[in-house]
């Protein structure tokens, strides 16, 4: 049990353009999911905090506005690249618990490249 | 929640146990120890946790000493596939429904 599921595995996109990526808990209701991302040989990065209703809690140093973050059922939290850059192609990575004392399940990730 | 310290890389005979260890000098009573993995390009994947009790499931075992100041993930009886970055992270269950921060984990490399 416990599967988060994420989409698209991988996605190039040009310059400029806006790509949108799915994590979704399949077998579970997740009222918070957390946002990864990851470049390449460094670890995790924790980007944001979604919570399902409400506005997403950024980390220091992420752009609210240029990682826009919805969460608008219990299963499905979206995390929407804005006017992607080169810069940020990366790994991102969604996940979620079933509780607050429950371990982290993530989804498999998303390879983003921007040309 | 408290930081953890690992080893950067460690390598294991395939077969043999891999003995991943891990610091968190400055966990509190209610913190929680957890290990996850990652393989290349894939997901981190969730092993083991634990309070102050050893435990044991079926992918490896947590040995957690009685200061709770390191703890150890045993890998009974590795294999190729076990090659992946080991993560140790230290979690309140308080903490807002899981939220976790890495560090930079140890890579484990089995060797034939």
């Not at chain 1, 918070?32 to 670890?43: A, I, N, V």
């Not at chain 1, 499905?76 to 804005?82: A, C, F």
């Not at chain 2, 408290?2 to 005979?13: R, Y």
Request: hydrophobic share 30%; glycine share 6%.
């Amino acid at each position: 049990g416990a599967v988060v599921s994420q989409h698209p595995s991988w996605v190039i996109c040009k310059s400029g353009t806006s790509v949108k990526i799915e994590c979704r808990s399949l077998d579970f209701q997740a009222t918070t999911m957390f946002w990864y991302r990851q470049f390449p040989k460094q670890s995790l990065m924790l980007m944001a905090t979604s919570n399902e209703g409400s506005k997403a809690t950024y980390e220091q140093g992420v752009e609210k506005d240029k990682f826009l973050i919805n969460h608008a059922s219990l299963t499905l939290s979206t995390l929407t690249v804005t006017s992607a850059h080169p810069e940020d192609s990366s790994f991102y990575i969604c996940s979620a618990s079933t509780g607050s004392n429950s371990p982290l399940h993530f989804g498999n990730g998303t390879r983003l490249t921007v040309t | 929640d408290a930081k953890t310290t690992q080893p950067t890389s460690m390598d294991c005979a395939e077969g043999r146990a891999a003995n991943l260890p891990c610091n968190h000098s400055t966990i509190s009573g209610n913190e929680y120890v957890y290990w996850y993995r990652q393989i290349h390009s894939q997901g981190p994947q969730y092993i083991i946790h634990g309070l102050k009790n050893n435990e044991t499931n079926e992918m490896a075992s947590l040995i957690i000493t009685e200061d709770r100041k390191s703890s150890t993930l045993i890998l009974p009886h590795a294999t190729l596939r076990d090659t992946a970055v080991y993560y140790c992270i230290v979690r309140s269950p308080n903490t807002n429904a899981g939220k976790s921060t890495f560090g930079d984990g140890t890579t484990l490399t089995v060797k034939p």
